[in-house]
């Protein structure tokens, strides 16, 4: 298993810079976004000298780039804005494909218009479902096109809220290409370190041979987020599990400063 980070934990917007980092604070692996090139995360277009720049800078840097982010709201209430974000996921999918990165994660989004990151009641209508549903079968006919994989990420305030929802999304899609992003700290919002083992348990169960890529993130008991091993994650327990799993890929954490990355990073590695 590698152990990672966001690239976006460190501060700039020249890849060389940013990746070396990420190797420095002990990182073997990076979830890359474009705003680490001077881009927006979703660019309108990404320039040969982009492309050039960031796997330079990975070659240099010996860092492997895992994923590259390609989140925008999946579910829209607005259907023009869900068409804006289709077209931007196209670029980051040709951009992941030019750069030989195996995965591009996605939001499978919220009824909320102003952050694709929050929850909102009407979620839970079938409606939404069926517009994420709709955007993520064009969404994999880029990805098949390209070669590429998409992650989607069980998320308490997303249309896919557990492991049972990543499966069935899966199961209506039909295509090899659609992958589980699984964070143990998305599977729940409030538990104690029993409540949350059980859960985390039982997702794991659930999604093997469907995972691309493990998250490490953390929560207190009361809901907040928190570094990892911070909270009431249990991640020896995680990833011994992903493990028994035959889960050999990348461990990527994430919500924490860059000055705590190097704690981490030892945390991590001792774990895997």
């Excluded at 064009?138 to 308490?156: N, S």
């Excluded at 997303?158 to 090899?176: P, Y």
Aim: aromatic residues 6%.
């Amino acid at each position: 298993m590698q152990v990672g980070v966001f690239a976006k934990t460190f501060p700039g917007s020249e890849p060389a810079g940013v990746l070396a980092a990420v190797r420095d604070a002990g990182f073997a692996v990076t979830q890359f976004n474009l705003a680490c090139a001077g881009l927006q995360s979703m660019p309108d277009a990404v320039p040969d000298a982009a492309i050039d720049a960031i796997d330079g800078a990975a070659k240099a840097s010996g860092i492997g780039l895992v994923a590259l982010s390609g989140t925008y709201n999946m579910a829209h209430p607005d259907s023009r804005v869900r068409d804006d974000g289709l077209r931007r996921l196209a670029i980051i999918i040709e951009t992941a494909a030019r750069l030989s990165i195996p995965l591009v994660t996605l939001c499978t989004g919220t009824r909320n218009a102003e952050d694709q990151w929050a929850h909102h009641p009407d979620n839970a209508d079938p409606s939404a479902w069926a517009d994420m549903a709709r955007e993520m079968v064009k969404a994999l006919r880029l990805a098949e096109r390209h070669g590429v994989d998409l992650g989607i990420e069980p998320e308490q305030a997303n249309i896919v809220t557990s492991a049972s929802d990543a499966m069935r999304l899966i199961s209506e899609m039909g295509s090899k290409r659609l992958r589980i992003v699984l964070d143990p700290a998305n599977l729940f919002e409030r538990a104690n370190a029993e409540e949350a083992r059980a859960v985390v348990a039982e997702a794991v169960d659930r999604t093997a041979g469907y995972v691309s890529l493990a998250h490490a993130k953390d929560r207190f008991a009361d809901g907040r987020f928190a570094t990892a091993g911070q909270g009431v994650v249990d991640f020896a327990d995680f990833i011994a599990r992903l493990k028994a799993a035959d889960f050999d890929g990348p461990l990527v954490t994430h919500g924490l400063s860059a000055e705590e990355a190097p704690g981490v990073a030892r945390f991590l590695k001792v774990l895997v």
